[in-house]
């Protein structure tokens, strides 16, 4: 007896309530405001986007998404995000290649300047979303003021609590963010009870959560007919997708060292953002216009008509979309990639579905964006729950569960879509 309670595992020490409850009013005051700067750029640059795809076309007698105006809009939002990077204090922050969801402490000089770029690049349609500098901005806002305002507290609470509280104001849920957070603990080997130390993040994702459901009214559910009772053949098209979308995600992420280089050689933003946006005016072209921007809003109406593409369409659109990603990263637009990545996996399980149309289509669009999120964010967690979102149908979840592992052996321990400042890629 005693030999066996010797061999039992250390019990992690818990941290006293009195020690948590202080957090409390920060994480609600940073959720709130974190979510509040993320619906207010994301409205600002809707408004900008109506005006330049909308009004502006229109007053000109051009069609909203002809060829000629895709070309000279992509291309001018590269000279205009080149200018800010070019011109602007801080430079926009770093070069996007090298940041992934873990914001590093940027100065405040910086953050103007790249709330400006992110804003021009939503509204001018490149396919990047806005996760990656909103949560870099939230992080710089909240450690500039909270060091000041509330000394006592330590640094890393409030990159934690602004990194949360924007995560779950991205997705209308706090449970990416805690996802998100428990993977990061415990890569870091993070002593302490797992509860205590997603505590206050919790709180703040919540709030920014709720603030966003609240304000906004965000809906990921793409009301995609549910899957009854999965049988034998949905597990394989389950596993055989998601493992397939990796392998799509995983070409994009070994050729973006090349790709990226291609543009660094340019050596000027001036030079590299516009070339890349008009590389990705001619993308646009193949594609069609709904490859253009964040593609949230477009894989609503890919989902609201399956049967209304043919199988070719929907392949031209995934891999439209993926290098108009690889590209618009590559050249420098700010921007995050797991946006984007949802639409490819859309398109790549709609595409399944119109091949071969016993594969159901909620189980195929929830199997590719696993597999390509997975690629792209090896953030296993997140993209299980994203996946799941999708199509909420809780007889798919455990089949998504099974298919991630084949796909994760595909993409663990290989290059990942984020370079180090040498230029040589993160593993």
């Known amino acids: 007896m005693a030999q066996d309670s010797a061999q039992q595992a250390p019990v992690a020490p818990t941290t006293p309530a009195r020690a948590l409850l202080p957090l409390i009013v920060p994480a609600l005051v940073v959720g709130v405001l974190a979510s509040l700067l993320y619906i207010g750029v994301s409205e600002v640059a809707e408004q900008l986007q109506h005006v330049l795809w909308t009004n502006l076309p229109d007053a000109l007698g051009i069609g909203r998404y002809s060829v000629l105006w895709m070309l000279v809009m992509l291309t001018a939002t590269g000279i205009a995000v080149g200018l800010v990077v070019w011109?602007?204090?801080?430079?926009?922050?770093?070069?996007?290649?090298?940041?992934?969801?873990?914001?590093v402490a940027l100065p405040p000089a910086v953050l103007p300047g790249l709330v400006l770029a992110t804003g021009l690049m939503l509204a001018g349609g490149p396919s990047l979303g806005p996760e990656n500098p909103i949560i870099a901005v939230n992080v710089g806002l909240a450690l500039w003021a909270g060091r000041r305002l509330v000394p006592r507290v330590p640094g890393g609470v409030w990159g934690a609590l602004a990194e949360s509280a924007t995560i779950g104001a991205l997705f209308g849920t706090p449970v990416a963010?805690?996802?998100?957070?428990?993977?990061?603990l415990a890569a870091r080997k993070t002593k302490g009870a797992l509860w205590d130390n997603v505590f206050a993040p919790l709180a703040a994702a919540g709030v920014g959560a709720m603030t966003t459901t609240l304000v906004a009214h965000p809906t990921f559910d793409l009301h995609l007919p549910p899957l009854g009772r999965p049988g034998w053949a949905d597990l394989l098209a389950a596993l055989v997708l998601a493992s397939l979308a990796a392998l799509l995600g995983?070409?994009?992420?070994?050729?973006?060292?090349?790709?990226?280089?291609?543009?660094?050689?340019?050596?000027?933003p001036m030079l590299a953002l516009p070339a890349g946006?008009?590389?990705?005016?001619?993308?646009a072209a193949v594609g069609g216009h709904l490859t253009l921007f964040k593609g949230l809003d477009q894989i609503g109406v890919l989902a609201a008509d399956p049967e209304g593409w043919s199988a070719g369409q929907f392949a031209t659109m995934a891999v439209v979309k993926l290098a108009a990603m690889l590209v618009a990263t590559s050249c420098g637009f700010r921007g995050g990639r797991i946006f984007p990545s949802v639409f490819i996996g859309v398109?790549?399980?709609?595409f399944a579905h119109a091949l071969v149309p016993a594969v159901h289509p909620a189980l195929a669009v929830a199997a590719g964006v696993l597999g390509m999120l997975l690629a792209i964010t090896r953030q296993g967690w997140v993209s299980l729950f994203t996946a799941a979102i999708l199509v909420a149908s809780p007889a798919i979840?455990?089949?998504?569960c099974i298919a991630s592992l084949p796909a994760w052996l595909l993409v663990t321990g290989r290059p990942q879509m984020q370079l180090r400042a040498d230029g040589t890629p993160v593993r």
């Open 397 to 400: 979840l455990a089949l998504l």
């Open 347 to 350: 398109a790549f399980g709609l």
């Open 177 to 184: 963010a805690a996802l998100l957070i428990s993977e990061a």
């Open 277 to 283: 946006g008009l590389v990705l005016g001619l993308l």
């Open 87 to 103: 011109k602007v204090p801080g430079h926009a922050g770093p070069d996007p290649a090298t940041t992934g969801l873990e914001a």
């Open 250 to 268: 995983m070409t994009a992420v070994y050729l973006f060292p090349s790709v990226h280089g291609a543009f660094s050689r340019l050596g000027h």
